[in-house]
């Protein structure tokens, strides 16, 4: 059992920086690969980036490559989404999930956060 915890969320203009934090419970963190994915008012869940256990490999959503960096920390069984040039189509509820692979199917995940809340204001 993996129990996730995100923060880092608020307001922020365009253009501007946040960082995301999800914090896992649980000795296994290291095992599980992890992902962010997203929720915008009136619209599907969709994927952001993910990370292998080891941090080896990562996937970005064709729309935050080069904005986005998605990172872990096993010895603080954390993972970090680290979200420069925000604009504000990245206005959003923001998702860490735990699963057995880094895929950018939210279905693959087994463990999901409460999620919080990203607004990029114009």
């Known amino acids: 059992q993996v129990q996730l915890v995100e923060s880092g969320g608020g307001l922020v203009q365009a253009g501007g920086s946040l960082r995301l934090s999800c914090a896992a419970s649980?000795?296994?963190?290291?095992?599980?690969?992890m992902g962010w994915f997203r929720q915008a008012p009136g619209k599907e869940r969709e994927f952001v980036a993910s990370?292998?256990?080891?941090?080896?490999?990562?996937y970005y959503a064709d729309s935050v490559k080069g904005r986005f960096t998605i990172s872990r920390d096993n010895a603080k069984n954390t993972v970090y989404l680290q979200m420069n040039s925000l604009k504000p189509e990245d206005t959003a509820v923001y998702y860490c999930?735990?699963?057995?692979?880094?895929?950018?199917?939210?279905?693959?995940?087994?463990?999901w956060g409460q999620g919080t809340q990203v607004t990029v204001s114009s």
């Open positions: 999930a735990a699963g057995a692979l880094p895929t950018s199917r939210g279905t693959n995940y087994d463990y």
């Open positions: 990370i292998g256990w080891s941090g080896g490999v990562t």
């Open positions: 649980g000795r296994t963190f290291s095992t599980y690969a």
